[in-house]
């Protein structure tokens, strides 16, 4: 890595810059995170910024989003801004650029907003009529009231390259010359992006620019304003892109919710799952590990683990997921204690209109936490331990494979029977169903099927003993009684 700017030798100083114009995309989050890591492994100050000075776009909404999906990861942040509060200063280093002769007014109606103009000729480059335009004759029409926009004056005929060393793709340069002279000032008076951007960024100290790779190319409009500026540049480090499988860049026009933070939170990802799965998309750590806590990301975490190539997230119109996050986020589950995933399986149901009270579902995590990979299967993995009635079901599934209706009716009679004076735990239970199909001359499994069918709604339920021992007596009673009422019409 370059030598650092004296100002970050020692406390490295980042910043995540949003603008409030949406939901909390995944490439952002991951912007989001990247920066929080290099932050806490290198003992340095993480900055939120809120880039909300496009008024038209911004929301209120867009914010709440952003704050949400930020405090679901669990990272935090040491210094909060809001580029909107911080106008004035803006405007004052236009003036200042301007006042030095590196920027000058584009009264052109057509350029007037933050878009450059095109050029049927090649690559719009400046406006030589309002580049040459006598100061005087700038000042007039300004102070007659002509709108316009300040574009920076970039230096032209010195046959000078911009050159900078990126951390994650390396020397990058490009000539003076093919640099359009870009706007500071919409002719509204508000600060363009690249403006806004390198104010704040010199003003808070910003040691490390992290950002992705798609802002590579703003990087040198960036220079000229440090420059113009009086300051250091800070270090650039480019992360590469999400893509779709298809290669083209996530987008929610294109691929839908897929791309949001919230429709990972919404399903039942553990935030640390996430955070783990986003980390692996463009940087691995040197050992080639996948399962990673927030300590072990943090103690991992270089600029030089980052990739150059763009990072491809899998799903499909029928899977949402990438099968890897799906993978990570039932490891973190399985590392969870029961006391630490029972209290976050709640919230869904409740969201399923279930009454789960902390003890009951307390006894239900350990039953079901192999069987999930998301905390929000948990609801159709285990609702009947919450319902008095079960939903529906085909009778046919208590009929054991090998048998018929009558087995069926046969062996939970006989369940009813021991199951009546049996006691009920996980143990006795087992003795009990065990010596019964004994008694009945059947093996384990076309005796468990139609209990297990009766007592739970379905074939494929946790196991059978200790979720009887869960529903207790009187439930699973009334349960296999109903049962065999049900097979009435088969038999």
Same mark, same amino acid.
């Given at each position: ?48 910024? @809120? ?37 004035? @200063? ?88 093919? #640099? ?60 590469? @892109? ?69 990072? #491809? #997230? ?118 009990? @169903? ?58």
């Amino acid at each position: 890595m370059p030598e650092l700017p004296p100002s970050a030798q020692s406390t490295p100083r980042v910043r995540f810059a949003p603008s409030p114009t949406g939901y909390l995309h995944v490439g952002s989050a991951r912007t989001f995170i990247f920066n929080w890591l290099f932050a806490r492994h290198n003992h340095g100050t993480m900055v939120l910024r @809120l880039d909300d000075t496009d008024v038209e776009r911004n929301s209120e909404a867009s914010v709440q989003s952003i704050f949400a999906g930020l405090r679901w990861l669990g990272l935090d942040w040491d210094e909060e801004y809001k580029q909107s509060e911080r106008l004035a @200063l803006h405007r004052q280093k236009a003036e200042g650029l301007f006042a030095n002769g590196l920027a000058y007014r584009d009264f052109t109606p057509a350029h007037a907003g933050t878009d450059e103009p095109s050029s049927a000729q090649g690559a719009w480059l400046f406006n030589p009529g309002m580049r040459e335009l006598s100061s005087e004759e700038s000042d007039r029409r300004a102070a007659a009231g002509e709108p316009f926009a300040l574009r920076y004056r970039v230096p032209r005929g010195e046959d000078r390259t911009l050159r900078f060393v990126d951390c994650v793709y390396g020397e990058q340069s490009k000539l003076v010359d093919e #640099v359009e002279d870009f706007a500071l000032l919409r002719s509204d008076g508000m600060p363009t992006y690249h403006l806004a951007s390198c104010v704040d960024d010199a003003d808070l100290h910003i040691s490390h620019i992290i950002r992705g790779q798609d802002h590579l190319t703003n990087t040198f409009k960036h220079l000229l304003i440090f420059e113009g500026l009086g300051v250091e540049p800070p270090q650039f480090a480019h992360l590469p @892109l999400l893509v779709a499988p298809d290669g083209a860049k996530l987008s929610k026009r294109k691929h839908g919710p897929v791309v949001s933070v919230t429709t990972y939170r919404d399903a039942g990802f553990l935030p640390q799952a996430f955070v783990n799965f986003l980390c692996l998309l463009g940087w691995s750590p040197k050992n080639d590990r996948e399962f990673l806590t927030y300590a072990e990301l943090t103690a991992a975490f270089t600029l030089e683990g980052v990739n150059r190539a763009n990072a #491809v #997230v899998n799903f499909t119109e029928e899977d949402p997921f990438d099968p890897k996050a799906l993978w990570l986020n039932a490891e973190h589950l399985r590392a969870l204690t029961v006391d630490e995933l029972s209290p976050q399986l709640e919230h869904f149901f409740e969201q399923a209109g279930l009454k789960a009270s902390p003890e009951k579902m307390l006894t239900v995590t350990p039953l079901i936490r192999e069987r999930i990979k998301l905390l929000g299967e948990a609801v159709s993995v285990a609702d009947f331990f919450f319902v008095k009635e079960l939903a529906p079901y085909d009778p046919a599934e208590l009929i054991p494979q090998k048998g018929d209706a009558a087995l069926a009716r046969r062996v939970l009679q006989h369940a009813q029977q021991v199951l009546a004076t049996s006691s009920f735990d996980t143990v006795s239970l087992e003795q009990t @169903l065990r010596a019964a199909a004994s008694d009945l001359g059947l093996k384990a499994g076309p005796m468990f099927q139609p209990i297990r069918v009766a007592v739970c709604g379905r074939k494929n339920a946790p196991p059978l003993f200790e979720t009887m021992a869960v529903l207790g007596r009187e439930l699973c009673l009334a349960r296999i009684q109903q049962a065999i009422a049900k097979l009435e019409s088969l038999v």
